[in-house]
C-alpha cells in the first residue's frame, strides 16, 4: 500500500484535503500497472478520514470497505490515455 495527499486538517479551517491510496494491482489493471487506486465504499472513506484512527483500523478498513475489483468493468484505451498532455473525448472513444 502507498499513500500520497495533502491533509489540513490539524489547521482548524474548512479548508479540503485529499487522499490517493493505492494498493497491488490485480485483476485487470496488472496487465499495465503494478498499482491501483484502492476505492473505499462511502461509509469506509468516512471513517478512513476521522482523526485518530489507528492503524488497525486502517487495516481493517483495507480489507473490509474497499470496492472489490469485481465490481469495475475494464476498457480498452489508447496508449494517448496515458498522457497527461493529451485531452479532448476521443481519449474515452471504444478501441477498436
Known amino acids: 500500500m502507498a499513500a500520497i495527499g495533502s491533509t489540513p486538517f490539524e489547521r482548524g ?14 485483476k485487470g489493471l496488472v496487465d499495465i500497472h503494478d498499482r491501483r487506486p484502492l476505492v473505499l465504499s462511502p461509509g469506509a472513506a468516512r471513517e478512513w478520514m476521522r ?40 481519449l474515452i472513444k471504444p478501441v477498436t
Open 13 to 26: 479551517d474548512d479548508a479540503e484535503g485529499f487522499l490517493i491510496v493505492t494498493s497491488a494491482a490485480d
Open 51 to 90: 482523526q485518530g484512527i489507528s492503524g488497525k483500523e486502517v487495516e481493517e478498513i483495507i480489507t473490509d470497505g474497499a470496492v472489490p475489483t469485481d465490481k469495475f468493468t475494464w476498457h480498452a484505451v489508447k496508449r494517448s490515455v496515458g498522457n497527461v498532455k493529451n485531452q479532448g473525448e476521443e
